[in-house]
T-cell receptor, first 115, second 111 residues
């Protein structure tokens, strides 16, 4: 399996809802990432997990809560989001967090709309 | 940290012409420079990359050049086709292994 998968593809939620985004890879990669992407803008890094431990948190509001249950799975828990959080949420993985030249493989993303 | 600038932000070319997108970076320790293509509603996909010990790399109609002294790198697409239309992002990977993306170039190939 050479893909990063994400579920759901689309999500519409109200500002009081709690939901989770899921990401999975079975390539043996030990670094996993969450990005937020607005239309025609570059992906913005949110979180980095290295060997299942949170290594980088780019000052993301606490209404976004990441979780890495094991080396293949990455979740993003959402609570009390704002309409401006509507975006494409991309998960990515790369082989070895210690390698400086690491290709990142992106998942297809979850299109999130907050009403 | 690293700062990556990308130009132009939009580019329109006639089918069959060449397209060139340029990026500059600030951190001389950065040593890996990938280019991603993102079609509308789809994931970014790596199309070509170059490492700091190489000056140029080519893959069919796509080539990337790197000038480490000037800290800039460029994507060259020859014989453009309508399916090349997409947003292209350059990136630089810093010594701390973080991706820094450019601001993106929206390429339109006019049939």
């Amino acid at each position: 399996d050479t893909e990063v998968t994400q579920t759901p593809k689309h999500l519409v939620m109200g500002m009081t809802n709690k939901k989770s985004l899921k990401c999975e890879q079975h390539m043996g990669h030990r670094a996993m990432y969450w990005y937020k992407q607005k239309a025609k803008k570059p992906p913005e890094l949110m979180f980095v997990y290295s060997y299942e431990k949170l290594s980088i948190n780019e000052s993301v509001p606490s209404r976004f809560s990441p979780e890495c249950p094991n080396s293949s799975l990455l979740n993003l828990h959402l609570h009390a989001l704002q309409p401006e959080d509507s975006a494409l949420y991309l998960c990515a993985s790369s082989h070895d967090p210690g390698l400086a030249t690491n290709e990142q493989f992106f998942g297809p993303g979850t299109r999130l709309t907050v009403l | 940290g690293e700062n990556v600038e990308q130009h132009p932000s939009t580019l329109s070319v006639q089918e069959g012409d060449s397209a060139v997108i340029k990026c500059t970076y600030s951190d001389s320790a950065s040593n890996y420079f990938p280019w991603y293509k993102q079609e509308l509603g789809k994931r970014p996909q790596l199309i070509i990359d170059i490492r700091s010990n190489v000056g140029e790399k080519k893959d069919q109609r796509i080539a990337v050049t790197l000038n480490k002294t000037a800290k800039h790198f460029s994507l060259h697409i020859t014989e453009t086709q309508p399916e090349d239309s997409a947003v292209y992002f350059c990136a630089a990977i810093s010594e701390d292994n973080q991706f820094y993306f450019g601001t993106g170039t929206s390429l339109t190939v006019i049939p």
